[in-house]
């Protein structure tokens, strides 16, 4: 009853265009989410995200959930979701993505997952590092254990939003570093990220990981920049 009235007294709202939720719609409405473009990476193991790093790192399996575009539904889900608290969000696409890879063979490979970590100095600044709770809704959907312990970031940078691809590839080079024991030899790490663009993060990361000996990576994402 009580959170009833939260709801009357403080109706949510679709943080894809603003209207009021139905008592049944979490998040995002049922009109956004079916204007929602979907990526079906899980379906194309030779798909756009994956061969984003050909040549760069050896990559087991990548995919994103969604499209991120200028304007549209997913920017603001993002954006939402980095800079204004909504942490939710990240659930919800978890829990989307986590419907399709539930039944690809290579999930049962997972050992662990492991977020693109954010800077101490950042994650003060914004209290919470972003794909958490995406990756935590994977762990409990794929039973797969979350662990934040392994990868660290090292240098505090700026934004990256208006930097070009060989600024962001300056940058990310060497930030990274792994901290490992001889438990986590030999495992299959799934790394995850907000959204992916040029990747270059992502390889920096990735090429952390694969110092530990017999290191495997997958990537998934919840969104990839599609122009």
Request: aromatic share 8%; charged share 25%; hydrophobic share 35%.
């Amino acid at each position: 009853m009580f959170e009833n009235l939260i709801n009357v007294l403080f109706p949510k709202v679709c943080v894809g265009c603003n209207t009021f939720l139905l008592s049944n719609e979490k998040v995002i409405c049922t009109v956004c989410r079916h204007e929602i473009p979907l990526t079906n990476h899980h379906l194309n193991p030779e798909n756009e995200a994956f061969k984003k790093f050909y040549g760069k790192i050896p990559v087991e399996f990548t995919s994103t959930l969604v499209y991120y575009h200028k304007k549209g539904i997913v920017q603001e889900m993002i954006h939402s979701l980095k800079y204004r608290g909504h942490e939710e969000i990240g659930t919800i696409l978890g829990d989307w993505h986590a419907e399709d890879l539930k039944r690809l063979p290579v999930t049962s490979t997972f050992d662990a997952i492991i977020p693109v970590p954010l800077h101490k100095k950042r994650l003060k600044e914004r209290g919470y590092n972003q794909v958490t709770t995406f990756g935590l809704a994977l762990s409990d959907n794929l039973n797969i254990t979350y662990d934040t312990s392994i990868l660290r970031r090292n240098i505090y940078s700026k934004t990256q939003v208006k930097k070009n691809l060989l600024k962001r590839t300056e940058v990310v080079g060497n930030i990274f570093e792994v901290e490992f024991t001889d438990k986590d030899h030999n495992k299959h790490f799934l790394l995850i990220d907000d959204v992916l663009t040029t990747g270059s993060t992502l390889e920096a990361c990735g090429r952390a990981l694969l110092k530990i000996p017999g290191a495997k990576i997958s990537i998934v994402c919840m969104a990839m920049s599609h122009s």
